[in-house]
């Protein structure tokens, strides 16, 4: 019998056309689970108070100008291909130019462009077989009118790297379009709607299969004060994929916003869902779907912030299953007088549920995990030097462990 955990969902705050920067090669990634996110641009977050907003990845850099920098790091794993026993150690470096364009940084514009490329090139020492080259590219465009606002965005990325679902070292590629409109019908109320596409491939990855995501939502705020909205929402989703036919799913929430001298940002939402497979007769129970996210300025040095994410996706691996994936996050920030350090952990319930004919039912993953990372910033912000060190258990369907270590620079021209 399928269970249904509350459904929590934090926007991801990501860069258009850096969004996918961060993992084009590494070991026990969530690459499976990225074509489950409902909104991964944080398109919602624009017309949360009752208004329009300026498009993410348009808010720096010269105006009218193109930007390029470049991006090397280098990563030791201990356990490369996330195996129980004899696990594998690895060394490997990446290197990443990128170049960019951005029509109107301050967003005062009427219509803005912007886009990005960012190839790589991934090297393992000890495994030459798994060297790879990554072509990674984005570009949005937005238009503001006095009650309008429209936003497009369109991101391709080809990534390698363990599947922390498949257990597998895959070969892929994610492609994501999302456009989202918004019109504000009187000063304090506005009102939105969106629709997303998110692919992802796999090649030479034998039983590792990607999934279609296709979603449409619609929503309205009401600015109560200047710090306080909320509304309604409603959305649909289908997915597709090989290993468990069709998903089809609906959601009605109530969503609040609550700002507080510009420190403390809490977003909520609360309500119900419902889903239907392809594969199986009759439909699930209504269950509860929500959200939550925090984070709190303490003071010029100090940050907190919080998260719950829930996605539910196709197993990439396993026929006629579907993954619910769980996961609480909190961090910690102090901004040093040179750099700055973070720390934080994280733990992730992966529960699997059948939908069709199976075998054996699976065993829920738990993941926990803790890093700490430094960072600083050189020669006038243009060259940056980062380094993160984490620790990772899994246990239940799969017993292991895993140790990350990173250090990078990266170069502004």
Do not use: C
């Not at 300026?54 to 390029?68: C, D, E, F, N, T």
């Not at 984005?138 to 922390?164: C, E, K, P």
């Not at 609906?250 to 594969?279: K, T």
Request: no cysteine.
């Amino acid at each position: 019998m399928r269970t249904h955990p509350i459904l929590l969902k934090l926007p991801r705050l990501t860069l258009v056309g850096l969004w996918f920067a961060s993992f084009p090669s590494a070991s026990g990634q969530d690459i499976s689970t990225l074509v489950g996110l409902r909104d991964p641009f944080n398109l919602d977050s624009l017309f949360s108070f009752g208004g329009g907003g300026v498009l993410p990845g348009v808010s720096q850099g010269l105006k009218g100008g193109i930007s390029a920098g470049i991006a090397t790091s280098t990563i030791y794993d201990s356990n490369l291909f996330l195996d129980e026993t004899g696990q594998q150690g690895s060394v490997s470096s990446a290197i990443s130019p990128s170049v960019s364009y951005i029509s109107d940084p301050e967003g005062g514009a009427r219509y803005s462009i912007s886009a990005a490329y960012l190839p790589s090139y991934s090297i393992y020492y000890d495994d030459p077989d798994l060297n790879q080259f990554h072509n990674s590219g984005s570009v949005s465009f937005a238009a503001q009118g006095s009650r309008t606002t429209i936003s497009l965005i369109g991101a391709y990325s080809q990534i390698s790297g363990t599947d922390r679902l498949a257990r597998q070292f895959v070969n892929g590629a994610l492609f994501n379009v999302a456009i989202q409109g918004g019109y504000q019908l009187a000063p304090r109320t506005s009102v939105n709607a969106g629709a997303s596409v998110s692919k992802s491939y796999y090649s030479g990855s034998g039983s590792v299969e990607g999934a279609d995501v296709y979603g449409a939502n619609a929503g309205a705020f009401w600015a109560a004060t200047e710090r306080l909205s909320f509304g309604p929402a409603m959305t649909y989703s289908t997915s597709e994929s090989p290993n468990i036919g069709k998903r089809e799913s609906w959601s009605f929430s109530g969503q609040a916003n609550y700002l507080v001298d510009e420190r403390i940002h809490i977003a909520g939402s609360l309500g119900v869902q419902w889903s239907q497979y392809s594969r199986e007769s009759g439909g699930s129970p209504a269950g509860l779907t929500g959200g939550f996210d925090a984070s709190y300025q303490l003071s010029e040095l100090w940050s907190l912030s919080g998260s719950i994410v829930y996605v539910t996706v196709p197993s990439p691996s396993d026929l006629n299953f579907v993954v619910n994936d769980l996961t609480y996050s909190a961090a910690v920030s102090r901004q040093l007088r040179i750099g700055s350090l973070a720390a934080g952990a994280n733990y992730t319930l992966s529960d699997y549920s059948s939908v069709g004919p199976t075998g054996a039912g699976i065993e829920t993953d738990a993941r926990a995990s803790v890093f700490v990372s430094y960072g600083r910033a050189f020669l006038h912000e243009r060259l940056g030097f980062n380094s993160n060190l984490s620790y990772s258990v899994n246990s239940g369907r799969f017993d292991y462990d895993q140790v990350t270590a990173s250090v990078g620079v990266n170069v502004s021209f």
